[in-house]
C-alpha cells in the first residue's frame, strides 16, 4: 500500500518542492518607523536576525518575500 505524504504547513510544502521560503525583512526608524532598510533572507536566517534586533532593540518589519517573475 502507497500512502501520500501530506505536509502539515506551507512551509513544509515548499521545502518537499525544493523551494526555501524566504522573508523581506525592514528595519524601522526608531523615531517614525519608516524602513531604513531592507533584506531578504531564508526562513532559517529569520531567527538569529530577529535575536540580534531584540538584543539592541532594534525594530522589524517581517513579511513573506514576493516571488519575482523572471
Not at 2 to 12: C, D, K
Amino acid at each position: 500500500m502507497i500512502r501520500a505524504r501530506t505536509s502539515s504547513s506551507p512551509q513544509e510544502d515548499d521545502q518537499i518542492k525544493g523551494e526555501a521560503m524566504r522573508f523581506e525583512i525592514m528595519r524601522l526608524d526608531d523615531v517614525d518607523g519608516t524602513p531604513v532598510d531592507t533584506t531578504v533572507v531564508d526562513a532559517a536566517s529569520v531567527n538569529r536576525i530577529v535575536q540580534q534586533a531584540a538584543a539592541i532593540g532594534q525594530r522589524l518589519w517581517i513579511r513573506p518575500a514576493g516571488t519575482s517573475a523572471s
